[in-house]
């Protein structure tokens, strides 16, 4: 942890990731590209989707590698795993140029690792087709892409790279009606924030009909109340970009790859109230 403390905070590495990230928002033309490699269509990040592939193809191998007479399989697993993991790759680094700077330091060594990992297993793949036994390559390969897969695991699960950032503060919403003003006080399309007990809402009413959503965004907690709105009724975050339904908190566009959580909200004798759903 000490040694992934002192990489997050490694400035020595931002001329390397500045121009990488500005090299990937270039590559990563059109809009909707982006939002088919962030996942948006899914519901969750398509990157660890797709990593599934060349981690499955590469384990498997490294098991028939053992086994007496599946020299050919293993071969074959390698083959699909090497094939299997560019559009892992793809999808890992349009992720990565949106997160933090320390994270992205992280993502880099990340990247790295596994960019090593698959060149071995090219390697091997290759020194296996002239009739070598490739193991060491492949078993080398394996061990580097373990780094890799340690280092992913911390930007998820320590640092909630991916993670809905929205989904937390939907349990600290009351789960009792809660007034948070005379339906008077709201203006007809356009976004009000009202705070209840410590979490920020976001509330859009159209007509008498009211709805509200976690304010903060799910994608990496930017505030949405400081965003714009489209003339078809979706937030803009003001941070990367993601855009929300405003009547549903459908996701339209990423990074964000998940919907923005919606409380339940009524208007009870004039006043509107929320609470958790
Ligand atoms: S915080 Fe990244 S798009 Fe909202």
């Not at 599946?70 to 999808?91: R, S």
Request: charged share 15%; aromatic share 4%.
């Amino acid at each position: 942890m000490q040694i992934l403390n002192r990489l997050e905070e490694a400035r020595s590495l931002d001329g390397v990731t500045e121009k990488l990230q500005a090299a990937v928002t270039a590559a990563a033309q059109p809009q909707r590209v982006r939002d088919v490699l962030h996942g948006t269509w899914l519901g969750h990040p398509l990157h660890p989707v797709l990593v599934q592939l060349p981690v499955g193809a590469f384990m498997s191998a490294a098991v028939l590698d053992l086994v007496p007479g599946a020299h050919k399989a293993a071969t074959t697993l390698i083959a699909v795993g090497t094939a299997g993991a560019a559009p892992a790759v793809a999808a890992g680094w349009v992720d990565w140029s949106q997160l933090t700077k320390d994270r992205q330091r992280v993502g880099l060594v990340h990247a790295a690792a596994n960019a090593i990992a698959v060149g071995l297993y090219g390697a091997s793949l290759v020194a296996r087709l002239r009739g070598r036994s490739g193991r060491a390559l492949s078993f080398a390969g394996l061990t580097v892409a373990g780094l890799g897969a340690y280092l992913g695991g911390h930007l998820s699960y320590a640092r909630s790279a991916g993670a809905s950032h929205a989904a937390t503060e939907l349990t600290r919403v009351p789960s009792t009606w809660t007034s948070v003003g005379a339906l008077t006080d709201f203006p007809v399309r356009e976004p009000v924030v009202r705070t209840v007990g410590d979490v920020p809402v976001l509330l859009w009413r159209d007509g008498e009909h009211v709805t509200a959503m976690i304010e903060r965004c799910g994608h990496e907690g930017g505030p949405l109340g400081e965003g714009d709105v489209t003339p078809d009724g979706c937030v803009v975050c003001p941070w990367h970009g993601s855009t929300f339904r405003l009547e549903d908190g459908t996701v339209v566009h990423g990074p964000a790859a998940a919907d923005q959580p919606l409380v339940r909200v009524r208007v009870h004798e004039g006043n509107v109230e929320i609470a958790q759903p």
